[in-house]
């Protein structure tokens, strides 16, 4: 979309000016990426949304085994500490970690037998993370996830990541071809919203110069292994 490749361009000016300004310290940021136990990308390289677009196709994830932790909340602690820097991101991370953690800015909303989580602002204008999970026929699962960032101008940033998780190996492997199908559907239009349901991802089209969003959707049906996407309209 072009307010995601905007995204991308302003970014990567951002992240361009940072490693020149960090030049110095090239020592000790080896010396962190040496640490195993730091996310993979840091608040120089990821701090929004457009930046998280540039990289997540290619990256895949080993997930933490954490005792009396679900597979849903493993994977989505794991997604939010790597890309830590996205506000709602931090927020999950932290109420994952800490059930006594609380951020008035955000609220957290947990359906785990629908295997759903999610970490939204409590402003018009907000940030928002959704993440969902859904059983494959072969033992794996099929994970989404939709984040969201409204701006008062009326620009929006959104992304949708899917990956195939492993419970065998705990392994998160990202599935970009499912995410583009959704992408070139929508590309046509200003921008698109994801609503992630049980059986079905409903995407709506966002008209800017009208502020709207109107009746056409896509239902994105779960098939037993990924989804089909077709036009409707509600």
Known sequence: MALAAFSFMLTACENKANKEQNTENQTETVAEEDDETLPTFTADDVNHIGAIHTVWEEVPFQVPVVEGMSDLKRVANTFC??????????????????????????????????????????????????????DRENGHKLVAFWLEEAHEDGEENCLLAFYDFDPATNTMTPEPALSNKVDEAMAQYDGYTVRLDDQEIIGHKINLEEDNCDNTVYLIRWNGNDFSLEKTEE
């Open 81 to 134: 500490f790597e890309y830590g820097n996205y506000d709602p991101n931090t927020v999950l991370h932290n109420a994952l970690e800490d059930p006594n953690y609380n951020d008035e800015d955000y609220a957290i909303e947990s359906q785990e037998e629908n295997g759903y989580l999610a970490c939204k602002g409590r402003f018009q204008y907000s940030k928002d993370v959704c993440c969902r999970m859904w």
